[in-house]
């Protein structure tokens, strides 16, 4: 009887044991799929370049998904099941995402962990508050960023008493849309 005990307990640890692999697995192939909202973007131009798996969009570029970005120029990279997993925009770049205000000369999205790297003269504003470095990276889901400095260099941060955030301001006045953000430069 204590040979079936111990068979039937094997038997068991192995279930549980293969489970939670099976789960583990599914939970970490959930943290790889890509969003599957859409990429809205407008521009003055726009070349495909379906043998590099990569879409070019030129002048006046504004992207919309979780954050609308603005730049000059904008390479979407597509994997090989054609989903969007990357985004790099270069010139004037600026993002908008709620309270947030980001700008640099270069930013790249990837897509499927979901983080920003800003990089060439790189801040970010939220209300009155500011921070700046020579590398940014923002951890979108996390609302958590890294700033970081180059060798010889520090990193600046501006924490202001007063807030003044839009959410703060007067009942009537329309706020700003963050397209309509875009028009402006840096």
Same mark, same amino acid.
């Given at each position: 009887m ?11 640890f ?12 599914a ?8 969003p599957?909202?859409?990429?809205t973007?407008?521009?003055d ?6 043998? &590099?798996?990569?879409?070019?969009? +030129?002048?006046? $570029?504004v992207?919309?998904? !979780?954050?609308? *970005?603005c730049s000059? @120029?904008?390479?979407i990279?597509?994997d ?5 997993k990357e ?5 004037n ?6 309270e947030?205000?980001s700008?640099s ?23 009155? &508050?500011?921070?700046k470095?020579? +590398?940014?990276? $923002?951890?979108?889901?996390? !609302?958590?960023? *890294?700033?970081?400095? @180059?060798?010889?260099?520090r ?7 007063d ?11 329309k ?8 028009k402006?430069?840096?």
């Amino acid at each position: 009887m204590t040979k079936h005990k111990s068979s039937f307990a094997a038997l068991l640890f192995s279930a549980v044991l293969f489970h939670s692999i099976a789960v583990g697995a599914a939970v970490e192939t959930k943290k790889k799929e890509a969003p599957k909202k859409p990429v809205t973007v407008t521009s003055d131009i726009m070349e495909a370049k379906t043998s &590099d798996n990569m879409v070019v969009f +030129k002048g006046n $570029v504004v992207a919309v998904e !979780d954050f609308t *970005l603005c730049s000059d @120029e904008l390479f979407i990279r597509y994997d090989e099941n054609k989903d969007v997993k990357e985004i790099e925009a270069t010139g004037n770049v600026r993002i908008f995402q709620q309270e947030k205000t980001s700008t640099s000369d270069k930013a790249v999205y990837n897509r499927l962990d979901r983080i920003i790297v800003l990089t060439g003269r790189p801040q970010v504003k939220q209300c009155t &508050d500011m921070i700046k470095g020579d +590398k940014i990276t $923002v951890y979108i889901d996390q !609302d958590n960023a *890294l700033v970081e400095s @180059e060798k010889g260099s520090r990193v600046k941060a501006v924490i202001m008493p007063d807030k003044n955030c839009p959410q703060d301001n007067k009942a009537g006045e329309k706020p700003i849309s963050e397209e309509a953000r875009c028009k402006g430069s840096r």
